[in-house]
């Protein structure tokens, strides 16, 4: 049986809205499709594009109207109360991506920086090619395929999704600026195949949202733009019945992180090691003492800062991290 799918083109909200009618319903174990859009709506294909108003209307907004993100999908079966458990089965990220920078959004320089080229408006696209799969879940980055003013430069990519969310409880958020217990666009680079993704739900349904796909992102993406790319999401979903969490939850092969969405940026970190002292100690029963000293002596624990980007009210988004051997 052919597999439930979004097509890019009704990919198109830009509000985690619990009052929206669902695109579809899945079950319990149903593997689905979201073809995602890039987070410019298309806008920048070409490197004489600009991050402008010309190109990205949807800037003129407050919030703007970009990062547009395909649900709500409902999943039967799930309650409010529960937790919801996303498996990321497969990433395919289109044959290009592009990155940019708006005026003054130099990130950590800004205005005034010793390098003026980092000023004005820019856009540069990066070429994708396939890998040993023949898609691009495993391919590479090419940075001056169409422009020649850098190195010969190519990268693994390491596709992910940006914006992954449930509706929020009573909130209606902005999918480029939303962020809290719910997800939002929180730029995690660890939302990629193989991980499994636990979230709260607050409405019946889980109310799932997806988004905002990158092709490969440092940390923190400190300018606001990654690799962004239109790509095709492959999820299945399951439910923990009567367990509520207090921020979003990540099952690697071999770790377990916690995030968190906050300001400022090292009460977030707080927060993050104490929800992860909390599920080591909770649902691994760890001892408590055990539990503390890990996060002070261990040196394969890992705080990760996945979002501290300047533009806008985003939060920042940080990881706590722990491998499962340790459990």
């Not at 003013?149 to 009573?170: H, N, Q, S, Y």
Request: glycine content about 10%; hydrophobic content about 35%.
């Amino acid at each position: 049986m052919a597999l439930q799918r979004l097509p890019r083109e009704k990919a198109t909200a830009f509000l985690l809205d619990y009052r929206v009618e669902p695109v579809f319903r899945v079950k319990p174990g149903e593997s689905f499709v979201i073809e995602c859009e890039d987070a410019l709506q298309g806008g920048i294909r070409t490197p004489d594009r600009l991050p402008t108003p010309e190109f990205m209307p949807g800037f003129k907004a407050i919030p703007a109207e970009e990062n547009p993100v395909g649900g709500p999908v409902y999943i039967e079966g799930v309650e409010k109360g529960d937790t919801l458990v996303v498996d990321i089965e497969k990433i395919i990220v289109d044959s290009q991506g592009v990155t940019c920078w708006t005026n003054h959004s130099g990130g950590i320089f800004g205005p005034g920086t010793l390098w003026p080229e980092l000023e004005p408006p820019y856009s540069h696209i990066i070429k994708h090619l396939p890998g040993p799969s023949g898609t691009t879940r495993d391919g590479k980055g090419v940075l001056n395929q169409f422009q020649n003013d850098f190195r010969k430069v190519t990268w693994d990519l390491a596709p992910f999704i940006g914006t992954f969310a449930v509706a929020p409880e009573r909130e209606i958020e902005a999918s480029i600026v939303g962020q809290g217990p719910y997800g939002g666009n929180m730029d995690v680079r660890d939302l990629k195949e193989g991980t499994k993704i636990y979230l709260p739900v607050y409405h019946d349904g889980g109310l799932l949202f997806c988004g905002d796909v990158h092709a490969s992102q440092g940390d923190t993406e400190i300018y606001g733009f990654a690799d962004e790319c239109r790509a095709e999401v492959t999820f299945s979903c399951d439910v923990i019945k009567d367990k509520t969490i207090p921020n979003p939850r990540l099952e690697k092969a071999d770790t377990i992180v916690t995030l968190c969405s906050y300001r400022p940026l090292d009460e977030a970190i707080r927060r993050a090691i104490f929800d992860l002292m909390d599920w080591m100690i909770t649902d691994y029963g760890m001892n408590p003492k055990e539990a503390y000293i890990h996060i002070s002596t261990n040196p394969d624990f890992r705080v990760n800062v996945y979002q501290m980007t300047p533009v806008g009210r985003i939060n920042f988004t940080v990881g706590a991290e722990i491998p499962k051997k340790y459990l």
